[in-house]
């Protein structure tokens, strides 16, 4: 048995940094919750003043959970960036114009004392199903989140996979279909333009425009657009436009495992986001359309799976990180 | 300085068992080739033969080296697959029936004495190029050889990444048109069935029996085939057909080096095998179609380039491979 003062030291935090808001947990050694809280950023009120409210925050969350610095191991944080990650910089990020070059990690370590890992926001999430969530147990995972784009993160034997720039994993701008859909980066054909929520609703859309019979288009009538979710609402209702746009965005995603089972070959891929809320209609689909178009050399037992962590995968992923690298810079 | 016993120990032996021949490489320790020979591998002799023959080369080889297996540090050993990589077992591989499940690695370390490590052809190939050829220098690297087929290896940070099952970077399936042209692994639509020195000539012949006119159709009557060094040498000399397969090869070939870029993001992507003689003509188209086909997002400086190793990329990587297991054993 170690002393008392060291057997304090065994909380995490996880800091999920947005435009809008900011959200914080604390955590226990095994990563499990004690307890969490969002304030607003204020973003626009810049950097000090941000990272100065993140700290008093903290603070007063330990305060909550009868703990205080000293049992603090290590804090991690995520942000959609670019940033460079292994220096702790934020470099930019469209909601929060006056972030440019912020050394977020240090800053934020003058004060509060304690360690600060940081990482994009995919990638947090995508650890924090690897470490407490439906990744967990396999050393070889892909992520990709289905939202307004489609994000990914990557984790090969064991540790998550960076790129020489840090910019690995942007999944979503795989190309599936060269010289097809136009992609909000610049492309065409990417897989974010088929199977994001947004491109999903905008397929539909787009359906009913070409003058496809659909139930949609009362939807579009009265509301003026169509979202994902009101596809899969009308799927399960037997629509067959909103069926097509569906197999679409499933083949699409198929196609996209496929590809990176031949590449970093996962043992699981994992899906998150809120058009995971479609639930198995949508995840069957991908799966039919997998077996469809995979190959016959072998057989493959690659897993898919929705993720399983909600709204606090950011939270867990950012303490989960933190915990990983304290625990890896024990081990060299 | 060490001692004389310890200073001899340096040389690293590099293997390439393939169907036909058995390349052995004797090699010091900065991956200079001391000397090499071949020898036929008569697989149908099964296993006990070919690696007596094997280890008997390799004494043979040393004693040409003024050297002796006291010198050797490690052996390295590639082949194609599958195989249990790091269990050291070939599991079958196509041109040599007679290998099923041999412990290729015990068998070869019990009449050698060294240590002796294993991966497939394609990733050793690959390595020799990260250690010493074209992806010299750079943490992030991914490798195609185009031939008959398209094998692939990924260099992540460093290391080879191996996967889940060490099936990793068959890059040569990514599927790049969904539904497009049959591929022998069962898929369609996969870069390989584009893009391989195989495929690009299969695409020409189809040209013609589509009609093109095309100074290919004289090779096609005097030889009865098509292969793709031809379509290079009527591409130098203006031909309109050889023109079009040849941009459809590039394009495919772009497209999964953009893919591969928002996946690993590899700093140099190598391109190695027997299309590359075609040499600049196609090197320029690549990246003429990657430029046009990359994102806006940000600026991309990966380089895209061609082997330097040629021939004997198999027996440097094997003992490239062998030299940085033995590094990396000692560094844990």
Known sequence: MGTSAEKRREAFIGIDLGGTNIKIGLFDSKLELICK????TEADMGPEVVIDKMAQTVKELLADGDLSMQD????GIGTPGPAKYSEGILISTTNMPKFKDVPICQMLNERL????????DANVACWG?????????VKDMVFFTLGTGIGGGIVS??????????????LGH?????DGRPCNCGQK?????????????????????????????????????????????????????AKEITDGTAKALAITCINMLHNTEPKRIVFAGGMIAAGDVLLNRIKDFFDE???????????????????????IGAAALARHTEQRGKSK
Chains 1, 2 share one sequence.
């Open 37 to 40: 809280t969002s304030v607003r």
């Open 72 to 75: 603090v191991v290590a804090v």
């Open 113 to 120: 004392g304690a360690p600060v890992v940081f990482d994009n």
């Open 129 to 137: 199903e690897h470490a407490v969530g439906a990744g967990k147990g």
């Open 157 to 170: 034997n064991g540790e998550l996979l960076h790129g020489c720039d840090e910019n690995a994993a942007e």
């Open 174 to 178: 795989m190309i599936i279909y060269p």
């Open 189 to 241: 054909g990417c897989v974010e333009a088929y199977a994001s929520a947004d491109s999903t609703a905008r397929r539909a859309t787009e359906g009913l425009e070409a003058g496809a019979e659909s139930s949609l288009q009362e939807v579009l009538d009265e509301k003026g657009k169509i979202t994902s979710k009101d596809v899969y609402e009308h799927l399960a209702a037997g629509d067959k436009l």
């Open 293 to 315: 178009h995979i190959w016959a050399l072998k057989k493959e037992t690659v897993e898919i799976c929705f993720a399983t962590l909600g709204e606090d995968a950011g939270i």
